[in-house]
């Protein structure tokens, strides 16, 4: 691949990459009501940053976010928007590490009536090896592209990169895992373009 070329692409991704976020989630089969959620390290012009995610028991993504903090606020804010997301149900239970921020980010938004009242919160760092697992088709990503030059490209860029990853992993309805010509169609329509 020229220079060109990669530069060329780069551009798309960070021209549709959060409109691919938009456009497909509401084409995302219902998840289950066990979350799973983690934090992990982006490193953008040298410093690290935060990307919340979450998935199901069964693996498919929930949602992502990328943060410049790690603190309650942060945790609120990642809340709010994946149960504001069709295709995920509200949590029965949320497995998480022993990370500081998310039990009084819960606490505070089911005090204000904000999140389901009877979810539970359990902090055993073994139950979310499957979320651990799941960062590595990201990390290795962002390290493939020597990590980013500004939080916007950043963000873009993981968008377009966790779109299309429940996209492989057969998220989409009536598109199966693995099924590359109809996951390109999808994309095709997505974006209503000529085939």
Known sequence: MTCKTASTICRWVHEYGTEMAK????????TCDSWKLD???????????????????????????LSR?????????FFKKTLGN????????????KSPTFLPAIEELQNAGKFPAKTKLRRI???????????????????YRQWYQSFSTASKTLDGMESMRCLQKGQVRKIAKGDVCAQNSFIKQLFALAA
């Open 86 to 97: 069709p295709h995920v149900k509200e949590p029965r239970v949320i497995n998480a590490d």
């Open 69 to 77: 903090y790690r603190n309650k606020q942060s945790a609120k804010r």
């Open 125 to 143: 760092k073994y139950l979310n090896n499957s979320m651990e697992n799941d960062h590595k088709f990201t990390k290795s990503k962002s390290r």
């Open 39 to 65: 934090e992990t390290y982006i490193k953008i012009r040298g410093k690290w940053f935060y990307l919340y995610r979450a998935i199901d028991k069964n693996g498919d993504t929930l949602d992502w976010m």
């Open 23 to 30: 456009r497909i989630k509401e084409h995302l089969r219902q």
